[in-house]
């Protein structure tokens, strides 16, 4: 397991409870597994439940390389989603301490 991935572990479990009955889904892309989920910086700018749900945001592992992911959501509903992130500035914006973690992780492999 790459460090990217295991920080994704370690943020799904966030995403997933973010919005109540919030889900994460899995699928394929580029050959590596993506992960998409309710936006979690643009899900209470909807007002229908079921909006608020549904799964705009996700991480996708790059074409260019399927360890490193970055961030995207389809809905571009506030500022922080409105365009795609990596992964690192995604952790940094959504969870600062597990971003600190995952910086400190990074620098001693
Ligand atoms: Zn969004």
Redesign the pocket.
Known sequence: MTLQEKYIQKVLPYLMTEVPDGEVGEFYKNGAKAYNFP?P??WGTTSKDRNKRKR??ALLPTKECKHVYVFY?N????AE?QRGRSFENFLWLYKPRIAEQYKFEKQNI
């Open positions: 936006c910086f643009c705009v945001a959501c809905r571009h509903g506030s989603c």
